[in-house]
């Protein structure tokens, strides 16, 4: 693996040399790969490459299949299966190190590197790299939230304050949506609004190993405290979509990739703004937010040439020009410095809301899987309490589950899926494949009737899996194959039933009891 480095270093400073001299010979090639973006920007990138072929210095010519993939489904796929990956694709933020634990992601040397730092944002340099390292390019700088209102029903002079807003829809009998029953990335705003964190840090492997987590503290109660007057009211909604604003909503909270559908919903009654604040005990604290990147990444790989040419395709599709092109096509908000400065950047409604968040926005790191789910039923818990012991009870509640993260046997697998509410933390030993002194693994489980018999098999506390439906050998007929429509390999019984699994290391037996 150091040789193999040593050459791609070497190659690329040949490289660097010759795009002052002429082309690199070894580069003069045609390339097949697979590229995965999301479905709105498959026509443009289809563009975009080909512009790459006709104008890059090195005769590099791809022959691309643009497949279109999700960029949450796209890191799904890559963990499943890196060989089956794409060959470049996108994948948000927070998929970053479980993507780096799967080996996915190749590692850029100096010279796209020093591009990368060079010319993005500082958040989105921060979310390319770890320790000092890129493993891939910004393509966005904009995965973040604000609040978008009907001014037909919202009066200017209200959107600052929380309370105002919740009486002005209460009066309208209009509904807030804010997504806090079943998001955790929106829920954990009232918390960074009152000085809250949960920074959480991995080893070298990437593996998580210790949490600074203060939701659970006096700051926090008071956060509880303003989520409360939210989730309470008989006008709140759990939802992040703009579509809201035609099924009675008012407000709606979500983030730019929802401004066209927004704008075309509510035509000059749109208006947007940063988020309010909320008062408790006399004090206004502003609501913050998750402030993220988008990403593109390259899969590794042992032909160095083919490596370095698609290293340059992926500085090129997320380089100034292109990110222009995304925002005058989809208004996806820029991480490249120079396109930031433009007026037509700087003066887009939406993306002016978002940087009017800014100030109170928290960097998204990289955060343990498990607390997206732990966190999640903070807010019914909170609208479920009677009194303040309870707020603190649900808070005390998340901290036990954040505490039991580093308890878990990582030795062992977990089966995860309607039967125990996806909860990949759960430490009820019902649900653990428990390793046995052959190295197999095994669990008897009861699945019950409902609408997605189906799981996942991973290490506790993780999402990441390389062992599900592809591996069953014996017993496949008791399970279905969903084709197409299983990206995380899931195995998904056809009937309810008491089952055991089997895992000897390299293939399941499923046995119906």
Same mark, same amino acid.
Request: charged letters at 25%; a negative charge; glycine letters at 12%.
């Given at each position: 693996m150091k040789k193999l480095i040593s050459l791609v270093l070497a190659l690329v400073m040949l490289v660097a040399m010759a795009a002052v001299g002429g082309v690199a010979e070894g580069f003069a090639d045609s390339y097949d790969i697979t590229v995965w973006v999301p479905e709105e920007i498959k026509e443009l990138t289809a563009q975009q490459i080909d512009t790459f072929n006709n104008t890059n210095q090195f005769g590099i010519k791809f022959n691309p299949t643009i497949e279109a993939v999700s960029e949450a489904v796209a890191a799904d796929n890559m963990v =499943?299966?890196?060989? !089956?990956?794409?060959?470049?694709?996108?994948? *948000?933020?927070?998929?970053? #190190?479980?993507?780096?634990?799967?080996? @996915?992601?190749?590692?850029?040397?100096?010279?796209?590197a020093e591009k990368v730092a060079a010319e993005n944002d500082a958040n989105s340099i921060a979310a390319a790299k770890s320790g000092d390292v890129f493993y891939a390019y910004p393509l966005t700088s904009d995965n973040g939230y604000f609040m978008y209102y009907d001014k037909s029903v919202i009066p200017e002079e209200d959107i600052d304050s929380l309370e105002a807003l919740i009486a002005d829809c209460e009066a309208a009998q209009k509904y807030f949506a804010f997504e806090l029953q079943t998001s955790s990335w929106y829920l954990a705003s009232f918390f960074f609004g009152t000085g809250c964190v949960s920074e959480w840090v991995t080893d070298d492997d990437g593996t998580f190993v210790k949490v600074r987590d203060t939701f659970n503290s006096p700051e926090g109660l008071i956060a509880a405290k303003g989520i409360e007057k939210l989730v309470k009211s008989p006008f709140h909604l759990s939802s992040s979509k703009a579509d809201s604003f035609e099924s009675n909503a008012a407000i709606v909270v979500t983030g730019i990739w929802d401004y066209e559908l927004a704008k075309q919903i509510l035509g000059d009654n749109l208006g947007v703004a940063d988020l309010p604040s909320f008062t408790v005990d006399g004090e206004e604290y502003h609501i913050g937010s998750f402030k993220g990147s988008k990403l593109m990444g390259v899969k590794p790989g042992n032909d160095v040439y083919r490596q370095a040419a698609m290293h340059f395709l992926a500085q090129y599709l997320t380089s100034e020009e292109c990110q222009l092109q995304r925002f005058e096509l989809?208004?996806?908000? *820029?991480?490249?410095?120079? +396109?930031?400065?433009?007026? !037509?950047?700087?003066?887009? *409604?939406?993306? !002016? $809301?978002?940087? @009017?968040?800014d100030p109170y926005s928290v960097p998204q790191g990289q955060i343990h899987g498990s607390w997206w789910g732990i966190a999640q039923v903070i807010a019914d818990d909170i609208k479920l309490a009677t009194d303040e012991a309870g707020l603190q009870a649900a808070l005390d509640k998340y901290l036990d589950k954040i505490n039991e993260l580093f308890t878990l046997d990582n030795t062992a697998l977990l089966f995860? %899926? #309607?039967?125990?509410?996806?909860? =990949? $933390?759960d430490t009820s030993k019902t649900y653990?494949?428990? &390793?046995? @002194? +052959? %190295?197999?693994?095994?669990?008897?489980?009861?699945?019950?009737?409902? %609408?997605?018999?189906?799981?996942?098999?991973? =290490?506790? %506390?993780?999402?990441?899996?390389?062992?599900?439906? #592809?591996?069953?050998?014996?017993?496949?007929?008791?399970?279905?194959?969903?084709? @197409? +429509?299983? &990206?995380d390999n899931n195995i998904v019984f056809a009937e309810p039933g008491n089952y055991t699994i089997t895992w000897d290391g390299e293939a399941f037996t499923i046995v119906k009891n």
């Open positions: =499943n299966d890196v060989e !089956a990956g794409g060959d470049i694709f996108c994948f *948000p933020q927070d998929q970053f #190190a479980r993507l780096l634990r799967a080996k @996915a992601l190749d590692e850029l040397t100096e010279v796209f989809k208004g996806w908000g *820029p991480s490249n410095l120079a +396109d930031q400065e433009l007026d !037509a950047v700087k003066n887009h *409604p939406g993306l !002016a $809301a978002l940087k @009017a968040q995860v %899926g #309607a039967w125990n509410g996806w909860n =990949n $933390a653990y494949l428990a &390793p046995k @002194a +052959d %190295g197999s693994y095994v669990l008897t489980l009861d699945v019950p009737e409902s %609408g997605y018999m189906g799981g996942r098999v991973v =290490n506790p %506390g993780s999402w990441d899996t390389d062992k599900g439906f #592809a591996q069953v050998t014996e017993g496949a007929d008791l399970i279905k194959d969903l084709g @197409a +429509d299983n &990206p």
